[in-house]
């Protein structure tokens, strides 16, 4: 199985910073990668698929880059309503996993 | 309006099984296929497998093979997953999610709100 971890698991951050979250696999994925993130009591919403296409209606403040094992959201001009628990995803190969999670909260 | 809308939550006695409905509206049921993921209380998101609605394949994670099945309904649109030999760590949200191929990807673009299952003596 692939294996995605997350870094940081939590970080404080105000409304305005610019956040980076990281996400590596353990084996090469190219850009199967999808970012996702949940609130408390809701189901998962998806932000980015393809490594760094942006999912529609998603504000770009949003971006992700990356490829092969390595990757990156940043969250640009950090808004109230994305204070959250963000999930990278693989889909290159079954099973499908996804990273542990990095929680996102207000300093 | 395009959703998933799942059954509600379930309190079941270990031993048990469990079956979650997940009605899609919206869109061409037929189209997409269907994946399920938990959530423990607390904890990240486990993906248990997929359904193609079209023909009843399916492909189950490793860990979940003979003791879950996901089937569907065409005639009314739903899509099921049911979970046998319940224990105490089966205890989760339950999803459904829609998979939608695009550019050389696929990714869960619609989610239904989860449905709880608890299970307890």
């Known amino acids: 199985d692939i294996q995605m971890t997350q870094s940081p698991s939590s970080v404080s951050a105000s409304v305005g910073d610019r956040v980076t979250i990281t996400c590596r696999a353990s084996?090469?994925?190219?850009?199967?990668l999808a970012w996702y993130h949940q609130k408390p009591g809701e189901a998962p919403k998806l932000l980015i698929y393809?490594?760094?296409t942006l999912q529609s209606g998603v504000p770009s403040r949003f971006s992700g880059s990356g490829s092969g094992t390595d990757f990156t959201l940043t969250i640009s001009n950090l808004q109230p309503e994305d204070f959250a628990t963000y999930y990278c995803?693989?889909?290159?190969?079954?099973?499908?996993?996804f990273g542990q999670g990095t929680r996102l909260e207000i300093k | 309006q395009v959703q998933l809308v799942q059954s509600g939550a379930e309190v079941k006695k270990p031993g048990a099984s469990v079956k979650v409905s997940c009605k899609a509206s919206?869109?061409?049921?037929?189209?997409?296929?269907m994946h399920w993921v938990r959530q423990a209380p607390g904890q990240g998101l486990e993906w248990m497998g997929w359904?193609?609605?079209?023909?009843?394949?399916?492909n189950y994670a490793q860990k979940f093979q003979g003791w879950v099945t996901m089937t569907r309904d065409t005639s009314i649109t739903t899509a099921y997953m049911e979970l046998s030999r319940l224990g105490s760590d089966d205890t989760a949200v339950y999803y459904c999610?829609?998979?939608?191929?695009?550019?050389?990807?696929?990714?869960?673009?619609?989610w239904g709100q989860g449905t709880v299952v608890t299970v307890s003596s």
């Open positions: 919206g869109y061409s049921f037929t189209g997409h296929y």
């Open positions: 995803q693989q889909t290159k190969s079954f099973p499908i996993t």
């Open positions: 359904m193609n609605p079209n023909n009843g394949g399916t």
């Open positions: 999610a829609r998979e939608t191929v695009g550019g050389n990807n696929f990714f869960f673009d619609l």
């Open positions: 084996q090469g994925i190219s850009s199967w």
């Open positions: 393809g490594a760094s």
